[in-house]
């Protein structure tokens, strides 16, 4: 589902003002079943959790979703700013359930790894032709996105508390 520049910023914005840092399970990689595979996001509170395949928070409640052991490298708040450059980054890209899904863009954001182990799982040669479940290039793109854009998160919460400017002004800035 591609986003505009102005709804990723609003979605990034809408990601800071509903994340409980004191929460349990704040900024960790979560999975849920529904009906016929399982879904991936990043947790922002207790019963709220960014789904990274439509780019929606929603609440569920905590005894429906699990938290993926073993797997994230970064904390909580790391977790939750690289979320937030990923749905920028990746704001046009076409979600597809075997090239680009919620677990890839999940399990990146959380370990650095853009891998769907839904996908490994599938029979031959689904996987193969896939490139074994994994993105090729993503982590590199996010990784060099965050580098170019070191301070951008910081500059979307100024913009947006710029009440004066309108919404195509502070695009505008932040380009």
């Not at 991936?40 to 429906?64: A, C, H, Q, V, W």
Request: glycine content about 4%; hydrophobic content about 35%.
């Amino acid at each position: 589902m591609p986003l505009s520049q102005e709804d990723a910023y609003q979605k990034v914005l809408e990601i800071y003002e509903k994340i409980d840092r004191k929460s349990q399970n704040y900024g960790c990689l979560v999975n849920w079943y529904e009906g016929v595979s399982w879904h991936y996001g990043i947790n922002l509170k207790e019963n709220l959790i960014f789904d990274t395949g439509g780019f929606s928070i929603f609440e569920r409640n905590p005894k429906e979703f699990f938290l993926v052991p073993n797997v994230q490298i970064y904390s909580p708040n790391q977790t939750i700013e690289r979320l937030c450059y990923a749905l920028i980054c990746f704001r046009e890209w076409d979600y597809g359930l075997l090239g680009w899904n919620c677990e890839h863009i999940a399990r990146l954001v959380a370990s650095d790894s853009p891998v769907s182990y839904e996908i490994k799982k599938l029979p031959f040669p689904i996987p193969q032709l896939n490139h074994d479940g994994w993105h090729p290039n993503a982590k590199e793109i996010l990784n060099n996105f965050i580098n170019q854009n070191p301070n951008l998160i910081n500059e979307i919460f100024f913009a947006y508390s710029q009440k004066s400017l309108d919404d195509k002004e502070r695009v505008e800035w932040l380009q």
